[in-house]
């Protein structure tokens, strides 16, 4: 019953590293995020995507690059990984159209640590 | 970027209380969105809203999308301990169709 899925739950990786976030969705959905969660800030969105090949920034977007061959496959890239990009990641795919509240819409997320 | 203003930041309340939080914005909303996250995974859907004034209900969860279109409520009632938890507002706002922004969240801690 699993719809989105992370490829890792957990990630330690050294500082000056390149990092790849899977994330894979089976319901079709056209848009795609992702998110990092910090204590006291809530989701802040990295990029996202509304098509294949297709991307946008959001509001935090350096440090970072992403990747979308695939309907169902978004990757966030961290091309060096720094100390500062240790947080939560959290992937989500959406419709155009939000109605179900009965589909999850988030991944687990991916607890990533920069050494 | 834009971030939506959620309050309160946390709260302590006894099992079988009523729990109050809103979200407010600077700019109008198409949709608003209430999601609650359990420690260590993602986010879950609880309600959606779509038109200004509705009000919908999920179990003991309600929550009303605000008349000016820059505010949502969400109440739970008779809380529970598994209640516990982070709520996170989230919204569209106009003229982005796919930018889901979201709030800062509410910490839920429920006392027996």
């Known amino acids: 019953d699993v719809k989105v899925t992370q490829s890792s739950r957990y990630l330690v990786k050294r500082t000056g590293e390149k990092v790849f976030l899977e994330c894979v969705q089976d319901?079709?959905?056209?848009?795609m995020f992702w998110y990092r969660q910090d204590p006291g800030l809530g989701l802040r969105l990295i990029y996202f995507?509304?098509?294949?090949?297709?991307?946008e920034k959001g509001d935090i977007p350096e440090g970072y690059s992403v990747s979308r061959e695939k309907k169902e496959r978004f990757s966030l890239i961290l091309e060096s990984a720094s100390t500062n990009q240790t947080s939560m990641y959290l992937c989500?795919?959406?419709?155009?159209?939000?109605?179900?509240?009965?589909?999850?819409?988030f991944g687990p997320g991916t607890r990533l640590t920069v050494l | 970027g834009q971030q939506l203003n959620q309050s309160p930041q946390s709260m302590f309340i006894q099992e079988g209380e009523d729990v109050s939080m809103n979200c407010t914005s600077s700019?109008?909303?198409?949709?608003w969105l209430w999601y609650k996250q359990d420690p260590g995974e993602g986010p879950v859907l609880l309600i959606a809203?779509?038109?200004?004034?509705e009000l919908t209900s999920n179990g003991r969860l309600t929550a009303q999308f605000g008349i000016t279109r820059k505010d949502s409520f969400l109440n739970i009632s008779a809380s529970i301990p598994s209640d516990v938890g982070i709520y996170f507002c989230?919204?569209?706002?106009?003229?982005?169709?796919?930018?889901?922004?979201f709030g800062t969240g509410t910490r839920l801690q429920v006392t027996l």
């Open positions: 989500a795919s959406f419709p155009l159209a939000i109605q179900n509240t009965d589909t999850q819409y």
């Open positions: 319901m079709d959905h056209e848009n």
């Open positions: 995507s509304y098509d294949v090949k297709m991307k």
């Open positions: 700019s109008i909303f198409n949709t």
């Open positions: 809203l779509y038109k200004a004034g």
């Open positions: 989230a919204g569209y706002p106009t003229g982005t169709a796919s930018k889901l922004t």
